[in-house]
């Protein structure tokens, strides 16, 4: 087990920390515990991305701002001492932004192999988030098809693992090979985005913001807002389960990738985040409650499934195993999607 050693950090590095924790939940803990090679350049990869991310969920800042800063977030990150202080006073994640000349100091410092994988992830995701910002703005039905849909994916999560995929094997940790096979990278970045997307639809909402297609949900209901209407609760389940079984293609791919990973601590941090989706997955499926309220999977669920993420794949396939028949369990018949969810589930527990 690795241990970070904040006396020997330099003071940025410490308070680059000081945000890891304060922005991210689930992946602060799991990078602290990544083997010393791979410790910084994964944290302050996941602090560019945040602050990338900060930028393009603010819905304070004008479109005229907010474009030019996410294409050229990567001049941003060479500026030493550049900050960004005008962000909307209730965004969650302000403060980093507000400090992050200790990011642009530590970035400094990492060996140009890293820097230059986080500087070419970070050009394209800050130029696919603008051409969806633009989009939304321009085009009031904002995603359409599920190819935009899986393109919007692929920005803000798939490249994040073909970059994490690059760092690891440039760190020895991963087996080249996953280099040669992107659909499987792509697969863990999509099924995280998309499981984050399903059940975070009240909160976007809420935030005026839609990431389903059309081309799904305007089979059960006319308009975007009906969804969410109570009368409509059975049409918008129908349409979650559409939504769950296009996540649930990426779930042996996601298994097949976690089988090149090489070392402890970068299967872990691989590891957490998948089963949790699974469990996530499983928790809002056919759960009425997505359409009121932000559903999220208990302490106690989540220290348990960190538990089993931890040891090997063996473990990990076995949760999957576990979550895909709960799922396939509470199938219900009367869902449009029923044949089509049972043979995925069926599919994925052969796959195991
Ligand atoms: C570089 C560790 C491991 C091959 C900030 C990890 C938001 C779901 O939308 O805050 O605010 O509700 O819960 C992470 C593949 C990306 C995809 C993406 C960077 C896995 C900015 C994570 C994470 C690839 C765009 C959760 C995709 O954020 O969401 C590093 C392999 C960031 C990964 C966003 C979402 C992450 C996400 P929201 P969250
Ligand atoms: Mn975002
Ligand atoms: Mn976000
Ligand atoms: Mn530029
Ligand atoms: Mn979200
Ligand atoms: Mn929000």
């Given at each position: 087990v690795f241990e970070r050693n904040p006396a020997k950090e330099a003071p940025t590095l410490r308070e680059c920390f000081k945000y890891l924790d304060m922005t991210s939940r689930s992946f602060s803990a799991v990078i602290q515990e990544l083997n010393p090679d791979m410790l910084v350049p994964t944290a302050l990869f996941y602090l560019v991305l945040r602050g990338l991310d900060t930028i393009e969920d603010?819905?304070?800042?004008d479109l005229k701002t907010k474009e030019p800063l996410l294409r050229h977030f990567n001049d941003k990150m060479k500026i030493e001492g550049w900050t960004f202080t005008?962000?909307?006073?209730?965004?969650?994640?302000?403060e980093l932004l507000v400090h992050f000349d200790v990011v642009i100091a530590e970035l400094n410092k990492i060996g140009k192999n890293y820097y230059d994988i986080i500087e070419d992830i970070t050009i394209k995701m800050g130029n696919g988030m603008a051409d969806y910002a633009l989009n939304a703005e321009f085009n009031e039905n904002g995603i359409q098809t599920i190819e935009q849909y899986e393109e919007y994916c692929h920005y803000v999560a798939g490249l994040v693992g073909d970059g994490l995929t690059r760092l690891f094997v440039e760190g020895k940790y991963?087996?080249?090979a996953l280099l040669e096979r992107p659909e499987l990278t792509e697969s863990m970045g999509q099924f995280l985005q998309k499981t984050n997307i399903i059940r975070d639809v009240c909160e976007d909402y809420h935030d005026k913001r839609?990431?389903?297609?059309k081309d799904i949900w305007s089979k059960y209901v006319d308009?975007?807002?009906?969804?969410?209407?109570p009368e409509n609760r059975e049409k918008a389940m129908n349409c979650s389960s559409e939504m769950i079984l296009n996540s649930l293609k990426h779930a042996d791919e996601c298994l097949f990738y976690m089988a090149?990973?090489?070392?402890q601590s970068v299967f872990n941090f691989v590891a957490i985040p998948q089963v949790m989706a699974i469990a996530t997955i499983e928790l809002i499926f056919?759960?009425?409650a997505i359409f009121e309220k932000n559903v999220k999977i208990t302490k106690g669920d989540a220290c348990a499934l960190m538990l089993k993420a931890t040891q090997n794949l063996r473990v990990v396939s076995g949760v999957f195993k576990d979550y895909v028949r709960r799922i396939a369990k509470k199938n219900?018949?009367?869902?449009?999607n029923f044949l089509e969810i049972s043979a995925a589930c069926g599919r994925i527990e052969q796959f195991i």
């Open positions: 603010d819905m304070t800042i005008e962000n909307g006073p209730n965004e969650k994640d302000r991963a087996n080249p839609r990431f389903w297609p308009n975007w807002d009906d969804l969410f209407k090149g990973i090489k070392e056919r759960n009425p219900d018949p009367r869902d449009p």
